[in-house]
């Protein structure tokens, strides 16, 4: 299956260009020249397997592979950077440059910030200045590669930048980004200073598929992208004005069959016997991890030190094999993690150990791959528990080398990973009696439960492998591409079709800026166009339509003149019925009017491009037309003070899009729309709006109606339209929908 994908991959794209922070192989000079050695991380393995699925070997069939380069190799000629299955592009950066992008922004801010250590992440302006650079030394080197027909494929949180970047200056490039490292929460997020956190989720949003390991981060991007961007979401769908971006959870994972028949080998088996005779206990519990505070270690072996205190008579019975990979150790929060472990173990084994028995083997150190393989197939239970990891790719190696279905995995809730690995103990990594209580239930485990246990995680792992993470990914990217929707609604289109197909009294109920027409800065400039003014006579002449608009009763009966609509204007101030005169629905006195004028007047003066519209019945300031960076927050001033001016009757201030409007409260688009919903027995009724002055209508409508909000923005309305340039097909569509019904009853 894989290999007739990819086949089909390389019948549609020329190339596939992967742009990460490390190239896939570490460079060494040597007498010999220049050595290339493959590095084994969970992307290149992922990469290299789907090169031998595609046959890319060979001059022309190499992955093309952009990333950085220390610039001692900056002598080097392109043939240096090649080897069988990869075709390297180094990205050379200044030393100082480099510092500030990856140990600073990278580092220090955004790796605490993304794992939810806030407290550790350093705010720095130089940092973010490095960041910006960096990310346009990758662009320098990747448009510079880039051909029509590429598939160009980045990843990870140090090149967030990039995809608009490339999408800026190459708009039909098909761009794929996956994201490698937790998204947090928006409350998390939203620590980034303003102008940051709008620049890394732009930055993002230039690829076609921004992909994340679990639902859970791709739920908090979208939170963010609407919270900071107040961009629409449709579905797994943001919506931008020209295109949309697929944002979607795909869970990497592990070789299987390379951890499965590892495990098999003699070298590993003999490495195996080799750890049980020397440490010579019943059970052996094992953990790996790179040094980090993200880890979890220090409270693990908090977890492990209670268990022994609760269970004497474990004594002498099991080891701890903890390994812990070196990581950053000149930085000095690291080198504190590492004293605070290495204090621990000392503890530990002070308190608990004897002359023949080391309650935890500890060791600070890289291991071989054969020497992991035989300690996953060696010990009893793996104790992986991360106060906060994207994925834990260690869980999965471990579950995929266990070919006798044995073993126990220890896993913390807080992994990615828990959230596919649901047969393995799931603990909260805080509670260290959770974590005791866990070790106690995974040493006194019978054979046959652990069986039960594993086996259909390696199932699941031998069904959902890297290859298939790689292959779904990129099927993604080729779908967005290929088919972004001819209306971007949540609407289910077939059975709201076929229900106003069928109805015998539909009710249409429309608003007119930002819904029949597109919002402009000027609002005396807003126009019907004639496809949309004809498309509207036509559905009127099956249905009841109601344009409800908060435009004055002379802007819409000179619009509508020719097309017999229900007119409501001034938020329902005064209604108008086809062929009949204006009914006036607000009585109140203008006692109200003055004070309003007099501080809109305030803000006019005070806010360049702000300007003031007095209707019969309202009175409006605009500030669409106002460049100011925080007009946002004088909008929200103003609307404050207005909500206190005192009045003799109750008023309601409207906060639009860009504008600010005061009118009396006793009537709404909401009670106009309830009013004329009640005339007759409507067995279909529709209301699209964009604005929170529509919310009204969406409230007083029946549970069954179709209530459609365009746009961001929260609301109570059922469905969500991407835009407002989706209105007119959407109505071709039910117009279409009434003619074939016609057609069908002749």
Same mark, same amino acid.
């Given at each position: 299956?894989?290999?007739?994908?990819?086949?089909?991959?390389?019948?549609?794209?020329? &190339?596939?260009?992967?742009?990460?922070?490390?190239?896939?192989?570490?460079? /060494?000079?040597? @007498? !010999?020249? +220049?050595? $290339?050695? #493959?590095?084994?991380?969970?992307?290149?393995?992922?990469?290299?397997?789907?090169?031998?699925?595609?046959?890319?070997?060979?001059?022309?069939?190499?992955?093309?592979?952009?990333?950085?380069?220390?610039?001692?190799?900056?002598?080097?000629?392109?043939?240096?950077?090649?080897?069988?299955?990869?075709?390297?592009?180094?990205?050379?950066?200044?030393?100082?440059?480099?510092?500030?992008?990856?140990?600073?922004?990278?580092?220090?801010?955004?790796?605490?910030?993304?794992?939810?250590?806030?407290?550790?992440?350093?705010? &720095?302006?130089?940092?973010?200045?490095?960041?910006?650079?960096?990310?346009? /030394?990758?662009? @320098? !080197?990747? +448009?510079? $590669?880039? #051909?029509?027909?590429?598939?160009?494929?980045?990843?990870?949180?140090?090149?967030?930048?990039?995809?608009?970047?490339?999408?800026?200056?190459?708009?039909?490039?098909?761009?794929?980004?996956?994201?490698?490292?937790?998204?947090?929460?928006?409350?998390?997020?939203?620590?980034?200073?303003?102008?940051?956190?709008?620049?890394?989720?732009?930055?993002?949003?230039?690829?076609?598929?921004?992909?994340?390991?679990?639902?859970?981060?791709?739920?908090?991007?979208?939170?963010?992208?609407?919270?900071?961007?107040?961009?629409?979401?449709?579905?797994?769908?943001?919506?931008?004005?020209?295109?949309?971006?697929?944002?979607?959870?795909?869970?990497?994972?592990?070789?299987?069959?390379?951890?499965?028949?590892?495990?098999?080998?003699?070298?590993?088996?003999?490495?195996?016997?080799?750890?049980?005779?020397?440490?010579?206990?019943?059970?052996?519990?094992?953990?790996?991890?790179?040094?980090?505070?993200?880890?979890?270690?220090?409270?693990?072996?908090?977890?492990?030190?209670?268990?022994?205190?609760?269970?004497?008579?474990?004594?002498?019975?099991?080891?701890?094999?903890?390994?812990?990979?070196?990581?950053?150790?000149?930085?000095?929060?690291?080198?504190?993690?590492?004293?605070?472990?290495?204090?621990?173990?000392?503890?530990?084994?002070?308190?608990?150990?004897?002359?023949?028995?080391?309650?935890?083997?500890?060791?600070?150190?890289?291991?071989?791959?054969?020497?992991?393989?035989?300690?996953?197939?060696?010990?009893?239970?793996?104790?992986?528990?991360?106060?906060?990891?994207?994925?834990?790719?260690?869980?999965?190696?471990?579950?995929?080398?266990?070919?006798?279905?044995?073993?126990?995995?220890?896993?913390?809730?807080?992994?990615?990973?828990?959230?596919?690995?649901?047969?393995?103990?799931?603990?909260?990594?805080?509670?260290?009696?959770?974590?005791?209580?866990?070790?106690?239930?995974a040493l006194h485990m019978s054979p046959e439960e652990q069986t039960v246990r594993m086996r259909p995680m390696r199932v699941h792992l031998q069904n959902h492998n890297v290859f298939r993470w790689a292959v779904d990914f990129l099927n993604a990217v080729d779908e967005a591409v290929s088919h972004q929707p001819d209306i971007e609604t949540s609407l289910p289109l077939p059975s709201f079709s076929a229900a106003f197909k069928s109805a015998e009294n539909p009710l249409l109920l429309l608003d007119f800026d930002g819904t029949l027409a597109p919002i402009v800065d000027d609002p005396a400039e807003a126009r019907?166009?004639?496809?949309?003014?004809?498309?509207?006579?036509?559905?009127?002449?099956?249905?009841?339509?109601?344009?409800?608009?908060?435009?004055?009763?002379?802007?819409?009966?000179?619009?509508?003149?020719?097309?017999?609509?229900?007119?409501?204007?001034?938020?329902?101030?005064?209604?108008?019925?086809?062929?009949?005169?204006?009914?006036?629905?607000?009585?109140?006195?203008?006692?109200?009017?003055?004070?309003?004028?007099?501080?809109?007047?305030?803000?006019?003066?005070?806010?360049?491009?702000?300007?003031?519209?007095?209707?019969?019945?309202?009175?409006?300031?605009?500030?669409?037309?106002?460049?100011?960076?925080?007009?946002?927050?004088?909008?929200?001033?103003?609307?404050?003070?207005?909500?206190?001016?005192?009045?003799?009757?109750?008023?309601?201030?409207?906060?639009?899009?860009?504008?600010?409007?005061?009118?009396?409260?006793?009537?709404?688009?909401?009670?106009?729309?309830?009013?004329?919903?009640?005339?007759?027995?409507?067995?279909?009724?529709?209301?699209?709006?964009?604005?929170?002055?529509?919310?009204?209508?969406?409230?007083?409508?029946?549970?069954?109606?179709?209530?459609?909000?365009?746009?961001?923005?929260?609301?109570?309305?059922?469905?969500?339209?991407?835009?407002?340039?989706?209105?007119?097909?959407?109505?071709?569509?039910?117009?279409?929908?009434?003619?074939?019904?016609?057609?069908?009853?002749?």
């Amino acid at each position: 299956m894989y290999r007739y994908y990819m086949n089909s991959f390389q019948e549609k794209y020329k &190339r596939l260009i992967i742009v990460a922070y490390r190239l896939p192989f570490t460079i /060494r000079k040597t @007498e !010999e020249g +220049v050595s $290339l050695q #493959q590095n084994s991380g969970g992307l290149v393995s992922a990469i290299l397997s789907m090169a031998e699925q595609m046959g890319q070997s060979g001059e022309g069939r190499k992955i093309n592979w952009v990333g950085h380069c220390d610039p001692a190799f900056q002598d080097l000629t392109g043939d240096a950077f090649e080897n069988e299955t990869f075709e390297a592009h180094p990205v050379f950066m200044d030393p100082e440059v480099h510092q500030g992008f990856y140990e600073g922004f990278c580092n220090d801010m955004l790796w605490p910030l993304l794992h939810y250590f806030p407290t550790y992440a350093s705010f &720095r302006d130089s940092y973010f200045e490095h960041y910006e650079q960096a990310n346009t /030394r990758f662009f @320098e !080197e990747l +448009v510079g $590669l880039v #051909q029509p027909g590429d598939l160009v494929w980045i990843h990870d949180f140090q090149l967030m930048l990039l995809p608009a970047m490339l999408r800026k200056a190459v708009p039909d490039a098909t761009i794929g980004y996956f994201f490698h490292v937790p998204f947090p929460t928006n409350e998390i997020f939203k620590l980034l200073p303003r102008t940051w956190r709008q620049a890394l989720l732009e930055g993002l949003l230039g690829a076609d598929v921004v992909g994340f390991h679990t639902p859970d981060y791709s739920q908090h991007f979208i939170r963010s992208v609407w919270e900071v961007l107040s961009l629409p979401v449709i579905g797994s769908r943001v919506i931008l004005p020209e295109r949309s971006v697929v944002v979607r959870d795909f869970p990497i994972s592990v070789d299987f069959n390379k951890f499965d028949g590892s495990a098999r080998t003699p070298e590993v088996v003999e490495t195996k016997t080799q750890y049980r005779n020397l440490l010579r206990v019943d059970k052996i519990i094992f953990s790996v991890d790179r040094l980090d505070y993200a880890k979890g270690i220090k409270e693990r072996l908090q977890g492990y030190e209670r268990f022994l205190t609760q269970n004497p008579d474990w004594n002498d019975r099991v080891s701890f094999v903890m390994t812990v990979v070196p990581s950053r150790d000149q930085v000095p929060q690291y080198q504190e993690i590492k004293r605070e472990i290495e204090e621990t173990v000392g503890r530990i084994n002070g308190l608990f150990g004897t002359i023949g028995w080391r309650p935890i083997v500890y060791s600070y150190l890289s291991l071989k791959f054969q020497e992991m393989m035989a300690l996953y197939t060696t010990c009893d239970v793996a104790l992986i528990t991360p106060i906060r990891d994207g994925m834990n790719l260690v869980a999965k190696e471990f579950i995929a080398s266990r070919y006798d279905e044995k073993g126990v995995l220890i896993l913390s809730e807080l992994a990615g990973a828990a959230q596919e690995l649901k047969e393995a103990l799931i603990i909260n990594p805080t509670d260290t009696q959770e974590v005791a209580n866990a070790i106690y239930q995974a040493l006194h485990m019978s054979p046959e439960e652990q069986t039960v246990r594993m086996r259909p995680m390696r199932v699941h792992l031998q069904n959902h492998n890297v290859f298939r993470w790689a292959v779904d990914f990129l099927n993604a990217v080729d779908e967005a591409v290929s088919h972004q929707p001819d209306i971007e609604t949540s609407l289910p289109l077939p059975s709201f079709s076929a229900a106003f197909k069928s109805a015998e009294n539909p009710l249409l109920l429309l608003d007119f800026d930002g819904t029949l027409a597109p919002i402009v800065d000027d609002p005396a400039e807003a126009r019907l166009s004639e496809s949309m003014a004809t498309l509207i006579r036509q559905l009127t002449e099956t249905s009841d339509v109601a344009v409800i608009s908060g435009r004055d009763r002379r802007f819409l009966e000179q619009t509508f003149a020719t097309i017999p609509v229900h007119i409501v204007a001034e938020h329902g101030a005064f209604y108008k019925a086809p062929d009949a005169d204006w009914k006036r629905l607000d009585l109140s006195t203008e006692d109200w009017v003055a004070p309003v004028r007099a501080l809109l007047d305030q803000f006019i003066g005070r806010h360049r491009g702000t300007f003031m519209e007095e209707k019969e019945t309202a009175i409006a300031w605009h500030y669409r037309k106002s460049g100011e960076e925080d007009i946002e927050m004088r909008a929200m001033e103003l609307a404050m003070q207005l909500r206190n001016l005192p009045s003799l009757i109750p008023l309601t201030v409207i906060q639009g899009s860009k504008v600010v409007e005061v009118k009396p409260a006793l009537h709404s688009k909401g009670t106009v729309a309830r009013s004329l919903f009640e005339q007759k027995r409507y067995d279909f009724v529709v209301s699209i709006g964009d604005d929170t002055t529509d919310e009204d209508m969406f409230r007083q409508l029946p549970d069954w109606a179709y209530s459609v909000r365009i746009g961001a923005g929260e609301s109570e309305a059922r469905y969500r339209l991407a835009r407002q340039q989706e209105v007119l097909p959407l109505l071709e569509l039910m117009l279409e929908a009434r003619k074939e019904e016609a057609v069908k009853d002749q």
